[in-house]
Nanobody, 123 residues
């Protein structure tokens, strides 16, 4: 059974940093593509960052240069380091994963999700 367990998040002032973690279990095979998504109140969930099975990364333009996604393959755990946080980064953050070589930003393509964690950035 696939399970994604998130940790991290919380409240921070603008300009601060936060790190999120997502531990995946139950995936078979050697391919594991993981991503981070966020949903602000009243808005749709959007893709933020992906790390493909190859180690390549993809970021949405609004977080480029501020967020860094990484993955510990031995632990099947993804991390999202968020620096220079802005109030518009506030939202519920979710991790997701696929047992594929590459994955994509649209949330609709994912079946496996973490429980979500709130990140609140105050000005």
């Amino acid at each position: 059974q696939v399970e994604l367990v998130q940790s991290g998040g919380g409240s921070v002032q603008a300009g601060g940093s936060r790190r999120l973690s997502c531990a995946a279990s139950g995936f078979t095979g050697r391919k594991l593509c993981m991503g981070w998504f966020r949903q602000a109140p009243g808005k749709e969930r959007e893709g933020v960052a992906l790390i493909h099975s190859t180690g390549e990364t993809t970021y949405v333009d609004s977080v480029k240069g501020r967020f860094t996604i990484s993955k510990d393959n031995a632990k099947s755990t993804s991390y999202l380091q968020m620096d220079s946080l802005k109030p518009e980064d506030t939202g519920m953050y979710f991790c997701a994963a696929q047992g594929t070589l590459y994955c994509t930003l649209p949330p609709v393509t994912y079946n496996n999700w973490g429980q979500g964690t709130q990140v609140t950035v105050s000005s």
